[in-house]
């Protein structure tokens, strides 16, 4: 890669970031070599869905990902980064579907096969933009290696799992209540559910015994679901209605004599302690409903309009039916009263539809057995989650689990591999595609439906190196090192994976979990289309650079807590990123024709500040390495944010100048030069994981050995100095002392100050060497430094700092009398205003009418007024002392 002479006078990222990135991926450098004598780093890309657009969430996700692969890459052990993408089933069929409703066409009139052709017609054009848009970002993946979970691989893993898992007995076929969502028109899982809190009502309804005047009355949220009630349940020892057990009421509005029978399940402290039973639309009800033999009347269907058994509201909408139902009842006299019930309604993750339980015939596995491993691998150490705390959610949740209802009544993903023989009747689960019954040659006739997406996902760790192929990958990179993930997917993915993993791999798919939090918007909220509160991670990109996105994300966040988007930040980290640019053009204006081979570092000239920084590089390298290994990437970029811009560019470039400018002292110009270089060339590659692009445009700028910072050796620290580091500590809060009085004293900063230092015996040869330095930065004319306890300066500002006192005497520096003057005036003005607020904040009135924030307000004002009066009167005092 060609060379600029020197940096341009302005840092633009977008002349920066497409270069270097070609220029990477032309050099194979994020391809690693298998080495058996090294135990590589590998991590596996959360797959984004094939149809997405990166949003911020990604940003963050993938940002932390790609500092851990820089960082291990540096470190010279063999890293992979494994990328790919999810075909995403209901997400993408619902793109699809809607670019043919813009043609007046449904999947039904294209058909399966055409609208399958279609879909991938729709992935090959618009599914590699994720991929481009993580590379503008700067992930530094393998995309030798990228993985579709559609493609050939991935298909034949989907196949061995399920058929294996069949085979075993753990996959199996069965009418259960499932979560159906009408709009999307298929099943979804229990933790694609989101439960919202919801303001609704509470019906109460009179059910009349077959016999005699009775009745019994329940409570519903779903009046609609009557229409299917098998019958009424009990507490076996509910004295109300022992004797009312084994019974029948007329159900209303049908006429159906159901039931009343006695089940445990009933809590006889809510409500009537009597709760009608529908076992085709409700879990527990179908629970209650296998125990005591109840028939299982559906009466809504797939599209969630009301059906055949509804009656007279065939046709209707649930939520229509509701409103009628319940209009008709209160006629009828079967409505007792209405209630106001604040509860949890399950929605549609993917679509915000309510969703509806629904009784259906769905493929399910087991997940008992495989779900004990996974919890066992936890709880032993095998596998660690980052932070601790989300073991428990995991362990909860595991321990809890219900079987995992996996077919989804789609038609893109991987269609389920069971053939239904229509002679014999035997349902076959087959590893490759069949045309005929192996058992009498009958025809066969496939399962429609295909498996939940998480099914494939679920086997990306091993799937994605070439399982079940014992291929070179899967023996070297498995199990991968950690996995960077979302706290929203801990059971959509995490766990899955590990169970998986363990059932098929016979060991863990990744030793740690490091789990982040969500983007959320200034405010707190989510961000959504909805709320309008979105931020398109590219448009960041565009006007600030992938840099200056990334840092910013990096150092908000702590693992596991949410981060709030500021653009303040992006403004900041953008300054950051500046501050790094004009730094780095000083240096090599000042490096010009400088070349470090050969140069003895024990034989240089250094002076107190190149001992210092040198010493505080090392031990920045040792935090910054420590806290990555930690995983507190957002700890390691601050303290790489402090060292360069509050140590390195404010306080070393500042003391080296004179070095560097001068002609008399060869020798220690020489020493500044190579420090300078060694310090900017080591901060280069610490902060390279997290600033990719710039850290490489300076980094090609400056004297260095290989082809690129990003396989450059991570930085090792050497030995620090602390004596240096306290001594030259201690001068530098003596300097910003002195600014500190220049400031409030508004001395002209032209004007040189004469400086009195009282300090004890053996902290004066370390003050004595400080001299020049307070010369320079704190415009010093003069420096005396005296022994502790002398006989203070008359009209001396002063300040105690790093254990001396500091006198800045202001004869000849400032008009003193006028001076005086101005400060007698302010206060007066301040007494006035402390008068005005401690007179107002004794008034009974105002106390007692002002809102709260008021009166707090003006107490807040009378404080700062006192405040400020004090410092005036010192002032004052010491003007005139």
């Known amino acids: 890669m060609p060379e600029e002479k020197s940096l341009p006078t302005v840092y633009d990222p977008k002349v920066v970031e497409d270069k270097w990135y070609q220029y990477w991926i032309e050099g194979d450098y994020f391809k690693p070599e298998i080495d058996p004598e090294q135990e590589p780093f590998t991590i596996v890309i959360p797959p984004p869905n094939v149809t997405g657009a990166l949003h911020m969430g990604h ?186 057990v084994g019974k029948s009421l007329i159900l209303p509005g049908v006429g159906r004599h159901i039931p009343i029978v006695a089940d445990p399940y009933v809590d006889p402290e809510f409500g009537t302690g009597a709760v009608k039973v529908t076992p085709a639309h409700d879990p527990n009800d179908f629970q209650i409903g296998l125990r005591h033999g109840l028939e299982q009347v559906v009466v809504i269907a797939p599209d969630g309009t009301m059906n055949e058994k509804a009656g007279k509201y065939q046709g209707m909408d649930r939520l229509a039916c509701r409103e009628a139902l319940v209009a008709d009842f209160a006629r009828e006299g079967y409505l007792v009263k209405v209630e106001e019930h604040h509860h949890a309604v399950g929605h549609c993750s993917r679509c915000n539809t309510t969703i509806e339980p629904l009784l259906s015939k769905q493929w399910f596995v087991k997940m008992k057995p495989l779900a004990e491993p996974a919890l066992a691998a936890v709880r032993k150490g095998q596998i660690r989650f980052v932070p601790e705390r989300f073991t428990k959610i995991y362990c909860d949740w595991l321990e809890n689990i219900r079987d995992w209802c996996i077919s989804r009544q789609l038609w893109w993903g991987h269609r389920i591999p069971v053939w239904y023989c229509q002679g014999c009747g035997e349902v076959i689960a087959s590893r490759v595609d069949l045309d005929h019954c192996p058992h009498c040659g009958g025809k066969v006739e496939q399962d429609p439906d ?69 983007v959320l918007d ?38 596991g807590n949410d981060m709030r988007f500021y653009w303040e930040r992006v403004e900041n980290c953008r300054n950051f990123a500046n501050k790094i640019w004009n730094a780095s053009r000083f240096a090599l204006l000042n490096l010009a024709g400088f070349q470090p081979e050969g140069i003895d570092e024990n034989r240089l000239a250094y002076s107190m500040a190149d001992r210092w920084i040198l010493s505080r590089l090392n031990r920045t390298i040792a935090r910054v390495t420590e806290e ?133 015996a053996p902290l004066q040869p370390q003050l004595e060497s400080g001299i020049p330095y307070l010369i320079q930065l704190a415009g010093a004319g003069t420096v005396s430094i005296q022994m502790a306890g002398t006989e203070k300066p008359r009209q001396a500002a002063a300040a105690i700092v790093g254990g001396v006192e500091v006198y800045v005497p202001l004869e000849g520096l400032i008009d003193i009398d006028k001076e005086i003057a101005r400060l007698r005036k302010e206060q007066q003005a301040l007494e006035k205003e402390v008068q005005r607020a401690a007179t107002k904040l004794q008034n009974e009135n105002f106390l007692a009418k002002a809102p709260a924030q008021v009166v707090a307000k003006e107490r807040e004002k009378e404080q700062e007024y006192r405040d400020k009066l004090i410092k005036v009167k010192e002032r004052v005092a010491l003007l005139e002392g």
Request: aromatic fraction near 12%; charged fraction near 25%; charge should be negative.
């Open 628 to 760: 990555l290994e930690q995983y507190q990437l957002g700890e390691a970029a601050t303290i790489l944010y402090e060292f360069i811009w509050g140590e390195l560019c404010d306080w070393y470039i500042e003391m080296i100048k004179p070095r560097l400018y001068g002609k008399e002292d060869e020798e220690g110009r020489r020493a500044s030069r190579y420090v300078l270089w060694k310090v900017l060339e080591n901060t280069l590659r610490l902060l390279h994981p997290f600033m990719p692009f710039i850290t490489e445009e300076i980094w090609q700028h400056l004297p260095h050995s290989g082809p690129s910072i990003c396989v450059a050796p991570w930085p090792e620290a050497g030995d620090t100095d602390p004596v240096v580091e306290e001594e030259m500590e201690r001068i530098m809060a003596v300097i910003r002392g002195v600014r500190n009085i220049r400031a409030e004293m508004s001395i002209a900063p032209g004007k040189k100050a004469p400086v009195v230092i009282q300090a004890p």
């Open 522 to 559: 200034s405010q707190g909220r989510k961000m959504s289309k909805s709320l309008g509160n979105g931020i398109d991670p590219l448009e960041v990109i565009e006007e600030y650079g992938a840099d200056t996105l990334r840092f910013m994300l990096i150092t908000s966040i702590t693992p």
């Open 59 to 244: 940003a963050l996700d993938n940002t932390i990902q790609d500092v851990l692969i820089r960082w291990k890459r540096m470190t010279g052990v063999p890293t992979l980064w494994l990328p790919g993408t999810d075909h995403a089933g209901i997400a993408t069929q619902a793109k699809v579907v809607a670019s043919l409703a813009e043609e007046g066409l449904t999947p039904h009139d294209v058909g399966r096969e055409k609208f399958l052709e279609r879909t991938w017609q729709w992935k090959e054009q618009y599914g590699g933009r994720i991929i481009e848009q993580l590379k503008r970002l700067g992930a530094s993946c393998d995309w030798s290696r990228e993985r579709f979970t559609m493609d050939e691989g991935c298909s034949r893993a989907v196949r061995e799992v399920f058929v294996s898992l069949f085979e075993k007995g753990l996959i199996y076929r069965g009418d259960y209540i499932i979560n159906w969502c009408p709009r999307c028109g298929t099943a979804v899982s229990d933790i694609e559910v989101e439960h919202e809190e919801t303001e609704g009502k509470l019906w109460h309804f009179r059910y009349p015994l077959v016999e005699g005047d009775g009745y019994v009355t329940v409570a519903t949220t779903r009046p609609e679901t009557i229409l299917g009630d098998t019958a009424v349940a009990v507490h076996p020892n509910d004295e109300r209605y022992r004797d009312l």
């Open 450 to 518: 295909v498996l939940d997406t998480w099914f494939s996902s679920a086997l990306w760790p091993f799937s994605t190196l070439g399982w079940p192929d014992q291929t070179e990958d899967l023996g070297y990179f498995y199990p991968t090192s950690v996995l960077v993930t979302g706290r929203d997917i801990i059971f959509f993915w995490v766990a899955r994976m590990i169970f998986m993993g363990l059932a098929f791999m016979q060991e863990e798919p990744f030793r740690e979990v490091l789990i982040h939090g969500l």
